[in-house]
């Protein structure tokens, strides 16, 4: 963390003189400043700044000053000012406040996947949010950091810590919970740091995000709207397209997995078919909830997403090579051959993982196409995805980074993993 620390310092010294004497402590920040992809295949930076702030700290683009703006006032749930400022893509050279912020490579060859990180604590279910073992995640953001990536998909659920923590259960005792600055900095903003400062993300939308759940943390922390909006829970799809890239981020979050609602079914099969028109070869649908896919835990076998399934129909293109999700809490892959893009699945970042259905993964009909290859694993890690000529290749970690846990290969549609 000394780098985190000093770039923090550095920070808050340029505010300071930024903002005046006076000023010091209310523009310290109160997180570490990130970059992520906006809607319009731009940048936008956000900034996180304590109570009666004066001013935004100032941006710089290559040398050409951006204007920061305020994104959200403080409020009782959150008595903070979040700052944000768009910049191009192709933006060289980036700084908040005289420190620098990661930009975009002119080609992406290493991207970090992540999903479903926070640590739950809903009901009478409580993860310990102290111990390592049972709660990865800042391991995991910090080792899947030093992999130096181009690139980070967090592919939605940031946001767990709904509830108190029950009173018998001392892995969690204290911890922040409810929709607010205090929860949302504890389950996601401080043990994300390291990645964070990594490399620029894509932020996908999960279904702890929608309005009634973690929704005002969402569209004041991370929507990629440039513009603040009424919470929704079906927000507009985007292309995210750098070199030979092609990321088709798609907000499913409210997508019902087990049955079929005609309107949320007809709103999504607009925005799949305007998303998907003449989609680029080898683009990959990024989206939370997997389209095709076998549930675990205790409604192992059964098929889902139901809604996302009649919302795709008719509207898969010959270059969609990939769907990457997260939701179900393991490691899970399937591949349809020809007929269908893979099926890939990141939900191990740090919630409690669920028990792997003994329902063999090949073979299996999904949605009407059978399985050629599937694989699945319950452990905790991140997957790191390397290109390789026309394809990739990706490998799950531990959450130290020591061991690898599967390797896969991703060649067109074709997404065959294994230990």
């Known amino acids: 963390m000394p780098r ?10 340029s505010l300071a003189v930024a903002a005046g004497p006076q000023a010091a402590t209310s ?51 959150f008595p903070v000012t979040v700052c944000s400022a768009t910049v191009p893509l192709q933006t060289a050279q ?12 002119t080609a992406i060859n290493r991207i970090v996947v992540i999903g479903d990180t926070g640590c739950r604590i809903e009901g009478i279910t409580a993860q310990n949010c102290d111990d390592p073992e049972k709660w990865p995640f800042p391991v995991v953001a910090k080792d899947a950091a030093k992999s130096k990536p181009d690139l980070v998909v967090h592919i939605g659920d940031y946001y767990y810590r709904e ?65 603040t909006v009424d919470c929704a829970d079906m927000s507009p799809p985007y292309r995210v397209s750098i070199g030979r890239m092609n990321l088709l981020v798609f907000d499913g979050a409210d997508a019902d997995d087990f049955k079929t609602d005609a309107n949320k079914v007809a709103g999504y099969a607009g925005q799949l078919a305007q998303l998907l028109a003449n989609a ?81 993964l090949v073979g299996a009909t999904i949605d009407g196409v059978k399985t050629t290859k599937g694989f699945a694993l319950e452990r905790f890690g991140f997957f790191v995805m390397e290109r390789s000529g026309e394809g990739w290749n990706g490998t799950l970690y531990a959450p130290d980074g020591k061991a690898v846990l599967a390797t896969c290969t991703i ?8 230990r």
Request: charged share 20%; aromatic share 6%; glycine share 12%.
């Open 4 to 13: 985190i620390r000093h770039l923090f310092s550095g920070l808050i010294a």
């Open 27 to 77: 523009a310290e920040p109160l997180s570490v400043p990130w970059v992520e992809f906006g809607t319009d295949n731009d940048l936008q930076i956000r900034v996180v700044l304590g109570p009666g702030v004066a001013a935004c700290p100032a941006v710089l683009a290559d040398g050409r000053g951006i204007d920061a703006r305020q994104r959200s006032a403080a409020d009782d749930s």
């Open 94 to 105: 980036l700084s908040v406040g005289g420190v620098a912020l990661p930009t975009v490579p």
């Open 163 to 227: 509830d108190p923590c029950p009173a018998d259960k001392s892995g969690c005792a204290g911890s922040p919970h409810g929709d607010n600055w205090a929860a949302w900095k504890a389950d996601f903003l401080d043990p994300a740091a390291p990645l964070l400062q990594a490399a620029p993300w894509v932020m996908v939308r999960g279904n702890h995000e929608l309005c009634r759940r973690g929704g005002k943390g969402w569209i004041r922390l991370l929507d990629p709207r440039a513009d």
């Open 280 to 360: 680029p070869p080898h683009s990959w649908l990024v989206t939370h909830k997997p389209v095709w896919a076998l549930a675990q835990g205790n409604l192992a076998g059964m098929t889902l997403n139901l809604t996302e399934q009649a919302a795709i129909a008719g509207h898969t293109p010959p270059g969609l090579d990939l769907v990457v999700s997260g939701h179900l809490h393991d490691f899970t892959s399937y591949a349809f051959g020809s007929q269908r893009p893979g099926q890939l699945i990141v939900g191990v970042g740090g919630d409690n993982l669920l028990d792997l259905a003994q329902t063999p």
């Open 411 to 418: 060649a067109d549609r074709d997404l065959d993993c294994h």
